[in-house]
């Protein structure tokens, strides 16, 4: 749905002005390309955990079958529904920015782990690790463009997506420990 | 001697002192409910005695308790005020929509937020027990020597006691806590006077954050006090003196101090303040107080210069030991120091003191008591030879 307000053109919901002024801000901040982030996890009781960024917070849990109380998603369910959001981000963004109406859009995941039972301990030896050896990602999307259009989107919206890149790409982890008497 | 029976150049404490390792034991104990406020006042009786003795064998002319009682500076009041509750920041960010300005707070103290302690207003506030007569009271049968009583300034009290999303529920704002506070604290310091306390010192230390960290409204950490500010100096700094003042003016028969320093909670600098008391003097002027109990025993503490238009004004505990040090200062250094301070300040006016407590937490002492001691022995020395200089 496009609508016009005033001078306000509004794409998908995005107001495209707007955003095109958002983006040309933080690009006139050579710095903000590290886009710095922080979050605070605070465990809670058991396998419950309180996640904080910003002035938002999130529960962390485990499922009933692994004994958490299951009322928020486990740490891994968060990865893959960031790779879902962030992949539909990406695409609406994408989307937008050409001028193409979106109806409807969903991604859905499915992903397997190499190993989780070294993460559980089920398995002393080094056969393996927990982390994913698969995703696959769909996309559905009704849209107001021809196919060829819409999957140049999709190879571009998953090349920069940025948690595309924290899964396929190797960061620096820098571990560390306080003890507090 | 001067007029009030004391020495020329008297020497003082700013307040804490660090806390043998049974009063800690002790502390935890009380903290976590396993001994009542009086058996754990028990403990502590020993404790200051003991803080008693090495002050008065340091040659120290005003005594305090060594704060022996308290877990730090500020935070004791949570036993002693109805309405008060110690909120770990874990808590008090469970609750506040501002979660981000804690969380940079814990980011500047490189701690979690279940280690860090908010004294905060939960409800209206009133005595629960005396803030300190009970304190002096102690004291007083066990020493000769003039008391001091260091209590946390009203300003302190209003910025960090009152959280947003917490207090407002009977707080609108942070001015209408500080209505309670000056009334808890001026009846304190009237009850103590008349009670025969020679000295009560107000700690503001906060007033640097003001200047120094103008413009910032979101909370900072100052000596562990987590305050929100107007972020406009002027503001803030009226709204200070506006406190002190009416705990104050016409309590005569006592000296009244006002101590700020720029942290010493830490051994490193860099998470300390630093810069002149310039910008805070003509503050600290209109304030009716006697002394000003301030830090110069390093650089970071700027020029005493910054009295150069205001001399003779007031008082000066001047700061001549750095509490966080190993090294123990030289008598030449102090009486460098007091030499520099004569060029604003008259004789009578300067009483010598360390720059600051030293164990303003109990927990995390900036010495052991064998060097804290040294440093208040060179104090003592180096005064007597100024004293002797006079004579």
Known sequence: MSVSEQDHTVINGVDVDAFQAALEAVGSQPAAKHAPKASRVRWMNGLQFKAMVRNHTFIVDEPAHLTGEDTSPNSVEYVLGAYGACLATGFVMNATKQGIKIRNLEVALESTQNNVFTFLGLNPSTDGHPGFEEIIAKLFVQADADEATLH?????????SPVHNILTRIAT?????DIIP | MTGNGLPLYPVTVVGSWPRPAYLLEALRKRQAGQLTFEEFNAVADRAVLEAVRYQEDAGVDIVSDGEQRRDNFY?????KLEGVKLMSLADIMDVVEDKASFDKILRQADAPAFAIHNTTAVGKISPKRPLALDEYQFLRKHTRKPIKIPLPGPYLLAR??????ISDSVYPTQESLAVDLVEILRNELIALRDAGCEFVQFDEPVLTDVVFNAGVKERTFMCASMSASSGDPTKELLFATRLINSITEGVDGVKTGIHVCRGNWSRKDEVLLKGSYAP?????MGMAIDQLVLEYATPRAGELAAFEHYPQKKEIGLG????????VETT?????KVKEALQYFAPGQIYLNPDCGF????????????IAAKKLRVIAEAAQQLRKSVN
Do not use: C, Q, Y
């Not at chain 2, 001549?320 to 090294?327: G, H, I, K, L, T």
């Not at chain 2, 164990?359 to 064998?370: L, V």
């Open chain 1, 152 to 160: 140049k989107i999709w190879e571009h919206t998953i090349t920069t």
């Open chain 1, 173 to 177: 982890i820098k571990p560390e420990v």
């Open chain 2, 75 to 79: 935070s004791f009041v949570v036993e």
């Open chain 2, 160 to 165: 960090s006691m009152w959280v947003k999303g």
């Open chain 2, 280 to 284: 805070l003097v003509p503050t600290l």
């Open chain 2, 320 to 327: 001549v030991a750095n509490p966080r040090s190993d090294e």
């Open chain 2, 332 to 336: 030449d250094f102090v009486v460098g």
């Open chain 2, 359 to 370: 164990g303003t937490f109990a927990e995390r002492p900036m010495n052991p008591a064998e």
